[in-house]
């Protein structure tokens, strides 16, 4: 039992009580075990039973009628065809499953199912591989950055600390944390919070009463009143903002669950119920006082460079590799060339296998592994004296719950010939002491789809969000899956002087109370289910950040030209 619950924990996929029961009742629970964890390993957290019978029955029609075996040119690689075929009829059938019902659905008639058939069978052009490039040495190129040791120190960061096993009590003390955490912020930062009581001491004869609680249930009424249950380690109390009451509706429009807010409140006359007269979020001060570095160097973030799609930008990248080794760009744009130090790259470096419908005909690379290598290979290109700093996103090669440790070792030893440094997502670093906040942003859909001021193509307002409430993703079972750490590392509980973000393939720099926000765009154009989504990306620009100024500004290789 023990070594199937640790085989679980380890890929990061929990499950129901009774699928362990169904799994330890085989005659080799922990061999069955081992084949559903590489069924699985692009699907969803928690496994149920039904879903264990589905991989069983196509395994058994797939071996009942097995596929032709396909000729093997010399060089390809020997993997078993009954196998992959195995799993590719699985991920169809676990895809459709994932997205039926949903918005992402699309419905066909039985005519447009033949000319998809027909269109299927046809075989896809193969694209080229990536072009080796000339990058021209430039006279009396020197670097500044050159000049400069490199200084990164990793804050906080899940990487080689993961403690969960998915079990009842890892999530109380996740969520214990989480409350401290917040709570503690409160108490030291907000002074209307100040003389806050546990909920378990609320009198009816009290007339206010300030609260610290984590969100259990929040609903509209009928009268469009907001109804608010929160619970702390005492107790449960029923808060409603009135709607006549604009100010206080508005802050209890933006309430999620599973978040800790603090409640100044009166309580009704029937001593049930909590009146709110202010939420209190945590929040960070007016301004952030950045610290700052004599440095003279800048820090570029690379965000989703998706390698191994059929939409990676090849031409842009190749502009930016030509800039960043001083071949290219105006005097102003080499001089900043010249002080870049550092490159953060905040997830989806590759775009992965298995991540969205039919993801598989927009493919160049189809193994992920080697999708590694040629990211690899085109950092070769980076001047040695830069420091690459590399973060895992959804499309990567590790668990899909967050916080999401660094690669492994495999992925790792790809990356050689300067310094490569492998972070988790989040993590919290810092820079010749300019401290930095880089998540690959999964939970931007949760936010925008939770919150209706919200949208998902402004990221930064997103992000602005995610400070005030001083939580990166704090409702479970969203469209973000979450790791039940016994440490919420998903809890903003120092302020950074920079917060950067991906994964919505947008190029956007803002500011809020002192702090630079920037979502660092991406390098792949639009994909066929970016189009069905209508959505337009904004591909091929590269947010830039001076360490000692704290300037940041964009270069923009969609517009570029040779």
């Given at each position: 039992?023990?070594?199937?619950?640790?085989?679980?924990?380890?890929?990061?996929?929990?499950?129901?009580?009774?699928?362990?029961?169904?799994?330890?009742?085989?005659?080799?629970?922990?061999?069955?075990?081992?084949?559903?964890?590489?069924?699985?390993?692009?699907?969803?957290?928690?496994?149920?039973?039904?879903?264990?019978?589905?991989?069983?029955?196509?395994?058994?029609?797939?071996?009942?009628?097995?596929?032709?075996?396909?000729?093997?040119?010399?060089?390809?690689?020997?993997?078993?065809?009954?196998?992959?075929?195995?799993?590719?009829?699985?991920?169809?059938?676990?895809?459709?499953?994932?997205?039926?019902?949903?918005?992402?659905?699309?419905?066909?008639?039985?005519?447009?199912?033949?000319?998809?058939?027909?269109?299927?069978?046809?075989?896809?052009?193969?694209?080229?591989?990536?072009?080796?490039?000339?990058?021209?040495?430039?006279?009396?190129?020197?670097?500044?950055?050159?000049?400069?040791?490199?200084?990164?120190?990793?804050?906080?960061?899940?990487?080689?600390?993961?403690?969960?096993?998915?079990?009842?009590?890892?999530?109380?003390?996740?969520?214990?944390?989480?409350?401290?955490?917040?709570?503690?912020?409160?108490?030291?930062?907000?002074?209307?919070?100040?003389?806050?009581?546990?909920?378990?001491?609320?009198?009816?004869?009290?007339?206010?009463?300030?609260?610290?609680?984590?969100?259990?249930?929040?609903?509209?009424?009928?009268?469009?009143?907001?109804?608010?249950?929160?619970?702390?380690?005492?107790?449960?109390?029923?808060?409603?903002?009135?709607?006549?009451?604009?100010?206080?509706?508005?802050?209890?429009?933006?309430?999620?669950?599973?978040?800790?807010?603090?409640?100044?409140?009166?309580?009704?006359?029937?001593?049930?119920?909590?009146?709110?007269?202010?939420?209190?979020?945590?929040?960070?001060?007016?301004?952030?006082?950045?610290?700052?570095?004599?440095?003279?160097?800048?820090?570029?973030?690379?965000?989703?460079?998706?390698?191994?799609?059929?939409?990676f930008m090849e031409s842009e990248w190749n502009m930016f590799l030509r800039w960043i080794?001083?071949?290219?760009?105006?005097?102003?744009?080499?001089?900043?060339?010249?002080?870049?130090?550092?490159?953060?790259?905040?997830?989806?470096?590759?775009?992965?296998?298995?991540?969205?419908?039919?993801?598989?005909?927009?493919?160049?690379?189809?193994?992920?592994?080697?999708?590694?290598?040629?990211l690899a290979q085109q950092f070769e290109y980076i001047p040695d004296h830069i420091t690459?700093?590399?973060?895992?996103?959804?499309?990567?090669?590790?668990?899909?719950?967050?916080?999401?440790?660094?690669?492994?070792?495999?992925?790792?030893?790809?990356?050689?010939?300067?310094?490569?440094i492998f972070i988790g997502n989040p993590s919290y670093f810092s820079l010749h002491g300019?401290?930095?906040?880089?998540?690959?942003?999964?939970?931007?859909?949760?936010?925008?789809?939770?919150?209706?001021?919200?949208?998902?193509?402004?990221?930064?307002?997103?992000?602005?969000?995610?400070?005030?409430?001083?939580?990166?993703?704090?409702?479970?079972?969203?469209?973000?899956?979450?790791?039940?750490?016994?440490?919420?590392?998903?809890?903003?509980?120092?302020?950074?002087?920079?917060?950067?973000?991906?994964?919505?393939?947008?190029?956007?720099?803002?500011?809020?109370?002192?702090?630079?926000?920037?979502?660092?765009?991406?390098?792949?154009?639009?994909?066929?289910?970016?189009?069905?989504?209508?959505?337009?990306?904004?591909?091929?620009?590269?947010?830039?950040?001076?360490?000692?100024?704290?300037?940041?500004?964009?270069?923009?290789?969609?517009?570029?030209?040779?």
């Amino acid at each position: 039992m023990k070594s199937i619950l640790k085989l679980f924990s380890d890929h990061g996929t929990f499950f129901q009580p009774d699928a362990l029961q169904y799994i330890s009742s085989k005659e080799n629970p922990d061999d069955f075990a081992t084949f559903l964890i590489n069924s699985l390993r692009e699907y969803p957290l928690f496994l149920a039973v039904e879903t264990i019978k589905n991989i069983e029955e196509t395994t058994q029609q797939l071996k009942e009628k097995p596929a032709p075996i396909p000729v093997i040119p010399p060089s390809t690689p020997l993997i078993p065809p009954v196998e992959k075929t195995i799993e590719k009829e699985f991920q169809k059938k676990m895809l459709s499953k994932i997205y039926s019902g949903s918005t992402f659905t699309k419905e066909t008639s039985d005519e447009e199912d033949d000319e998809e058939t027909e269109d299927d069978e046809k075989p896809t052009e193969e694209k080229k591989p990536l072009q080796p490039i000339e990058i021209k040495t430039v006279k009396g190129w020197k670097p500044l950055a050159r000049d400069y040791e490199s200084e990164v120190r990793i804050i906080n960061d899940i990487t080689g600390k993961r403690t969960s096993e998915g079990t009842t009590q890892d999530f109380v003390n996740l969520f214990k944390d989480r409350y401290q955490g917040i709570r503690k912020i409160l108490c030291s930062q907000r002074r209307e919070i100040a003389q806050y009581i546990p909920i378990n001491r609320i009198r009816k004869t009290m007339t206010d009463v300030q609260l610290i609680g984590i969100v259990k249930n929040v609903k509209t009424t009928h009268n469009g009143h907001r109804l608010i249950e929160i619970e702390d380690d005492t107790g449960s109390a029923t808060l409603m903002a009135l709607k006549t009451n604009t100010e206080t509706i508005q802050m209890a429009s933006e309430i999620m669950l599973d978040e800790v807010i603090g409640v100044v409140g009166k309580i009704s006359k029937t001593g049930d119920l909590i009146i709110v007269q202010n939420i209190i979020y945590p929040d960070i001060k007016l301004h952030h006082e950045r610290k700052r570095t004599e440095s003279p160097l800048c820090v570029a973030f690379l965000s989703d460079v998706h390698m191994g799609s059929n939409m990676f930008m090849e031409s842009e990248w190749n502009m930016f590799l030509r800039w960043i080794n001083g071949d290219l760009g105006n005097s102003r744009q080499r001089d900043v060339a010249s002080k870049l130090k550092y490159l953060v790259l905040p997830g989806d470096l590759v775009d992965g296998i298995g991540i969205y419908p039919n993801q598989e005909k927009e493919l160049s690379i189809s193994n992920i592994y080697e999708q590694y290598q040629a990211l690899a290979q085109q950092f070769e290109y980076i001047p040695d004296h830069i420091t690459v700093i590399l973060q895992p996103g959804n499309h990567d090669a590790v668990r899909p719950a967050e916080p999401q440790p660094a690669f492994e070792k495999e992925i790792r030893d790809l990356f050689t010939g300067k310094e490569f440094i492998f972070i988790g997502n989040p993590s919290y670093f810092s820079l010749h002491g300019i401290e930095i906040l880089s998540y690959h942003g999964q939970s931007l859909l949760d936010y925008s789809t939770n919150i209706q001021a919200l949208n998902y193509n402004q990221p930064t307002e997103v992000m602005k969000i995610m400070l005030k409430k001083r939580h990166l993703s704090p409702t479970y079972g969203g469209y973000t899956p979450l790791a039940p750490e016994h440490e919420d590392y998903m809890l903003i509980s120092q302020v950074p002087d920079i917060f950067v973000t991906g994964h919505v393939h947008t190029s956007f720099i803002d500011n809020y109370r002192g702090v630079t926000l920037i979502n660092a765009s991406s390098w792949q154009s639009q994909t066929s289910y970016q189009k069905m989504m209508n959505f337009v990306p904004d591909s091929g620009k590269l947010p830039i950040v001076d360490l000692k100024t704290g300037n940041a500004t964009t270069m923009d290789f969609s517009k570029a030209s040779a």
